[in-house]
């Protein structure tokens, strides 16, 4: 396993409010806890994460919201791409790539049609309508989320629900001020 995955791991545990730590990273991954411990300023030093560390939870969270970064990839790359993401990509001259395992939630999607409208995210649909989307852009997701027509309710994790519900409350307080 490359660093690169652990990194990422590592990002996406923080970035659920998971609290990892060194111990986990290693036990995961089966590296020491100093390599461990290495990737973990990696991702502090190298891509400037605002990384703190939480006593009670005995692991780390950021201070504010961070992403990893994106790269890109030449057109002559484009066969590393589609094994990235399992897609042809469009003919284009260069294609963007961010490096981050996707994110999960499990979303209840009430009617046939929404669910064929968010079909890019979805990855198993249940009988009852729930469904497990994956995307790697918390905030793509939540705009279509938001601009569903449909009644979808996110029902884990409890973090993407929340930030649904703060951007549904500022755009009300914010359009409510312009009366």
């Given at each position: 396993?490359?660093?690169?995955?652990?990194?990422?791991?590592?990002?996406k545990?923080?970035?659920?409010?998971?609290?990892?730590?060194?111990?986990?990273?290693?036990?995961?991954f089966?590296i020491?806890?100093?390599?461990a411990?290495?990737?973990?300023?990696?991702?502090?030093?190298?891509?400037?994460?605002?990384?703190?560390?939480?006593?009670?939870?005995?692991?780390?969270?950021?201070?504010?919201?961070?992403?990893?970064?994106?790269?890109?990839?030449?057109?002559?790359?484009?066969?590393?791409?589609?094994?990235?993401?399992?897609?042809?990509?469009?003919?284009?001259?260069?294609?963007?790539?961010?490096?981050?395992?996707?994110?999960?939630?499990?979303?209840?999607?009430?009617?046939?049609?929404?669910?064929?409208?968010?079909?890019?995210?979805?990855?198993?649909?249940?009988?009852?309508?729930?469904?497990?989307?994956?995307?790697?852009?918390?905030?793509?997701?939540?705009?279509?989320?938001?601009?569903?027509?449909?009644?979808?309710?996110?029902?884990e994790?409890?973090?993407?629900?929340?930030?649904?519900?703060?951007?549904a409350?500022?755009?009300?307080?914010?359009?409510?001020?312009?009366?």
């Amino acid at each position: 396993m490359t660093a690169d995955r652990r990194i990422q791991w590592l990002h996406k545990r923080i970035a659920e409010g998971r609290y990892p730590n060194a111990g986990h990273l290693a036990e995961r991954f089966e590296i020491s806890h100093r390599q461990a411990q290495r990737d973990v300023d990696y991702l502090r030093v190298h891509y400037g994460a605002p990384l703190a560390y939480n006593a009670k939870h005995r692991g780390f969270y950021y201070k504010k919201p961070f992403a990893l970064p994106v790269y890109t990839v030449s057109a002559n790359e484009k066969d590393y791409v589609d094994a990235m993401t399992g897609e042809t990509p469009v003919a284009a001259e260069r294609e963007i790539m961010q490096m981050q395992i996707p994110y999960t939630a499990t979303v209840r999607i009430p009617d046939k049609l929404t669910r064929f409208e968010l079909r890019r995210f979805i990855v198993r649909e249940g009988a009852d309508g729930d469904c497990v989307c994956e995307f790697h852009s918390v905030e793509l997701f939540l705009g279509v989320l938001l601009t569903t027509p449909a009644d979808v309710v996110v029902k884990e994790p409890a973090w993407l629900r929340e930030k649904l519900l703060d951007c549904a409350r500022r755009a009300i307080a914010n359009n409510e001020k312009e009366e």
